[in-house]
């Protein structure tokens, strides 16, 4: 994975953010797992784990007998993943690696998954071709990624409002980043050229409750607070920050519905199987 951020300031920002951050992104979880098809018991690797709430999820919806074993780049949030459940959790690990470079730990898995975290790999066909090696022959994969910005106005809302104020950068759209495959079919394509078959892409289209559910005043201040793109404002004057702040808020007032901000969102859910 990138190394810069994610293994420092990066990690430890959304590790201070987790639980809202986490709760935000729980409607994606479900579509994942029924991708996943567990049916038997099995040994799972969650890529880019983060805090460990999606290897739960699917440790808690997987047969008896079965391990998730979870992979992050960031000491503060495996950290907060081992923290949660215990480094003895039964069925449950965490090991802090990049994924994109490490040979499986022990037997390869039957089933990957990750939910956003294999967009920010330095190096994607190496990166991909290596967790090829780490499934069994025959076995299956489920990633959850971003699909186009203008479907997912909960953060083009945050950009908008930041744009309003200060210079934006542009991003390189095939550098790491959340929708660096929000091209679905080139994602699919990125995968057979690894070695990945049979690559399937479902799209997940719902509400993400902004912060876990909070109104549009509150949701305004969490992803200023907790998304990157809001470190922008780091550079402008209290008037633009809060100018800032009030486009936000009108933004997610928009979405809001009995006091809470739920905001339209697409996600990519990516299947296939090592042949």
Known sequence: MEVTGWDGERGVKWASNAERLEAMLTPVDEALIEALELKVPSRVADIGCGGGRTSMAVKSAAPGGSEVVGFDISPALIALAQERTGESAEGLQFILADAGTAEAPGRQFDLLVSRFGVMFFEDPPSAFANLLTWLKPGSRFAFAVWAAPKDNPWMMAVKNAVSSVAEWPQPDPDGPGPFRYADG???????????????????????????????????ATFALTAFSVGEVLDEVDEASREAAFHHLQNAYARWASEGVVRAPARVHIVTGHRP
């Open 185 to 219: 079919e080139a994602f699919s394509a990125l995968l057979t050229d690894a070695g990945f078959a049979d690559v399937a892409i479902k799209d997940w289209r719902g509400e993400l409750p902004v912060g876990g559910g909070l109104p549009p005043k509150d949701a």
